[in-house]
Every structure is written in C-alpha cells, then in structure tokens.
C-alpha cells in the first residue's frame, strides 16, 4: 500500500517512514510545501492530512487532487507519531 503524508514536523519524517514500513507501507511525506504538490503526489492508496501543521491552501490542493484521483484522505489534528499509528492501524488492516 503506498501512502502520502502532508504535514508533520520535518525532524519527525524518518519516524514517520519507519512507522509506515512497519505496516508494509511505502510512504512520501511532505513535511512542508516546496515546489508543485500535484506533480509529485503520484497515485497512492491513502493520503493522510496532518491539519494542525499544514496550510490551508496546501489543504484544498491535497483535497482537490485526491477527489480528482479517488484516492482515500484521513485526516488528523496531530502529527505525532501516535496519530500516524492509530490512522495506519485503520487503513492498513
């Protein structure tokens, strides 16, 4: 299952990747905007929002890509690693 993670904090992404291997996930995460999200988003099974550390606008482009493309959001308020956990432990079963 491959994920997309937008949001989080930048020294939390190798946690962030270990988290996702250990549920047999390949993930990209996005700890902040840099450059044109659309073009490196791909095609994954679930996009995961962490709201609290993203823009608004980095939101509605998440938003708009995943409904043009079916891809599944979850969101959370939290970008710790718990919340990843519990999020991963929903999807990926």
């Known amino acids: 299952m491959s994920v997309v993670i937008i949001g989080g904090n930048e020294c939390m ?5 270990k988290i ?5 996930c390949k993930a990209k995460i ?3 905007e840099n450059g044109c999200l659309r073009k ?4 994954p099974d ?8 993203v823009s ?7 938003i708009s890509e995943a409904k043009k493309n079916k891809i599944q959001v979850a969101r959370t308020h939290s970008s710790s690693a718990a919340a990843l956990t ?7 079963k």
């Open 46 to 53: 679930l996009m995961i929002l962490f709201t609290n550390t």
């Open 13 to 17: 992404v190798c946690q962030y990747e």
């Open 86 to 92: 519990d999020v991963l432990e929903t999807y990926c």
């Open 56 to 62: 608004h606008k980095m939101v509605n482009t998440a």
């Open 20 to 24: 996702c291997k250990n549920y047999g």
């Open 30 to 32: 996005f700890a902040k």
């Open 40 to 43: 490196k988003l791909g095609n």
